[in-house]
């Protein structure tokens, strides 16, 4: 009784003017199935007409032939952040463990999101995700996350990103940016493991996009080697750092004659300069200026970088010689 009245409410409480369909599935992989079936419990369940939000036992899902899925389709309000989690029974405490990269993550909320942005007449479908894991079966989570503090304004057709991660590639309307405050916007996507090229776009056109700057880029483009599920560390628009960084690393070549080589890196690299009569110092740093290795040189003598721990990825190289000039340029760890 109670599923047939949900149908109703589904089909009737939220026109399709206002609304937008959504699929939701959870794979259930090897976990026993509890008898009271698979639910999803959400903030938006009183927009669809049942009677409370999170309310673990009222939005059944059904599975999908005799597979391990389990999927719903509901109508929910366009143009709105939804948090949800999906419950292997009907009490809260039989809900899933949202891993850190899939969770809302800020004030400790480790609730499922997403951002419905589109009134199109198509379904959008959330993807089949592992209970309690992070992406789709063959895919991995990434998370993007750029912040746009140090723009004059953000467009009105909100924030994207587009890419070669993307299944229609570099479509620049697909994969619209929420913020959940402080000016940095986040999108979760799921691709297989490979070499991506992205970048940000402040609206939704290719003119909207980006300029990368070379210390971070290829192409123009910026980069990940997708290995494993991953949140991105956050970037400033259009800089290669978090925002606070951006005005004071810039990708400068006020020194002359610096070489490094090899780069791409894959056990060291040498860092040599043509000024033998100055002192340097190299500082080694992620995308987001975290600081991971700092070198010093006497009268020019050659810096030798040690690849160490450092993982697979882009990196930054700064230095600062004696007369306080100072070079950023990319170093490439293979």
């Known amino acids: 009784m109670k599923k047939i009245i949900f149908l109703a409410l589904v089909l009737f409480s939220v026109t399709a003017l206002q609304a937008k369909k959504v699929k939701f599935a959870v794979d259930m ?14 903030d938006f369940q009183v927009a669809i007409g049942l009677p409370a939000d999170w309310d673990p036992s009222t939005l059944a ?11 719903v389709i ?8 939804y948090e949800f989690k999906f419950v292997n029974g009907t009490f809260g405490y039989e809900a899933e463990f949202v891993p850190d990269q899939s969770r809302v993550g800020y004030s400790f909320n480790d609730n499922r999101w997403l951002y419905v942005d589109s009134l199109k007449n198509d379904t959008t479908f959330v993807g089949a995700i592992p209970f309690s894991g992070n992406a789709p079966a063959g895919k991995k989570l990434i998370r993007f996350l750029v912040d746009m503090s ?6 009105s057709n909100g924030v994207h990103v587009a890419g070669n991660f993307q299944t229609q590639t570099w479509n620049t309307k697909n994969n619209i940016l929420y913020s959940f405050g402080g ?7 799921y691709a297989p493991t490979g070499n991506y090229e992205f970048k940000y776009y402040n609206g939704n056109t290719a003119g909207d996009a980006e300029t990368v700057p070379s210390a971070c880029a290829t192409n123009n483009n910026r980069t990940h080697n997708l290995i494993a599920d991953t949140i991105l560390p956050t970037v400033c628009y259009k800089a290669c750092v978090t925002c606070n960084l951006a005005g004071i690393y810039e990708y400068s070549s006020e020194i002359r004659g610096i070489k490094m080589y ?3 890196l894959v056990s060291s690299a040498t860092l040599e300069f043509k000024d033998k009569g100055t002192n340097y110092e190299a500082t080694i740093m992620d995308l987001s200026g975290r600081v991971l290795q700092t070198y010093n040189s006497s009268n020019g003598e050659n810096i030798e970088i040690k690849r160490d ?5 882009i990196y930054l ?18």
């Open 317 to 334: 190289v700064r230095v600062i010689n004696s007369q306080n000039a100072k070079s950023t340029s990319k170093l490439i760890i293979q």
């Open 183 to 189: 000016g940095v916007y986040e999108v979760i996507a």
């Open 29 to 42: 992989g090897t976990y026993t199935i509890n008898p009271n079936g698979i639910h999803l419990m959400s």
């Open 309 to 313: 721990d450092l993982k697979s990825g």
């Open 262 to 264: 090899p780069n791409p």
């Open 74 to 81: 509901v109508n929910i309000p366009a143009f709105t952040k």
């Open 61 to 71: 899902l059904t599975q999908e032939g005799t597979s391990t899925i389990y999927s």
């Open 150 to 155: 140090n723009e004059a304004s953000v467009s």
